[in-house]
């Protein structure tokens, strides 16, 4: 799936960081509209694990670059939290005292 606004960011050399990225940025979007600032995060990630992999392939150390890609991630997760879901139960609840 490529994402609106990420077509420059797909294509036929991804690394395995990279790939692994991609998709925990697509699970991480689904059902969710991603506004400029999610957007930015989203591709500094995958530019991140781009140089993960650039780095992994030459034998160099790639933790600073793991706890970047991390501390992105967790950006990402507090910025853009997840919509809660109401219990249907409660959900009937409210409906009946609304009624």
């Known amino acids: 799936m490529t994402l609106e606004g990420f ?3 797909y294509g036929p050399n991804e690394g395995l960081q990279e790939r692994a990225t991609k998709e925990l940025i697509d699970s991480f979007v689904e059902g969710r509209a991603l506004n400029p600032s ?5 591709k500094t990630m995958i530019n991140i694990a781009r140089n993960f992999d650039a780095l ?3 034998g160099r150390d790639t933790s600073r670059v ?6 992105w991630y967790q950006e990402l997760e507090t910025k853009f939290p997840a919509e809660k879901e109401i219990d249907p139960a409660l959900a009937g609840l409210l409906q009946e005292a609304q009624a």
């Open 56 to 58: 992994n392939a030459k």
């Open 7 to 9: 077509e420059d960011y």
């Open 66 to 71: 793991m706890a970047q890609l991390l501390a």
């Open 38 to 42: 999610a957007r930015y995060v989203c």
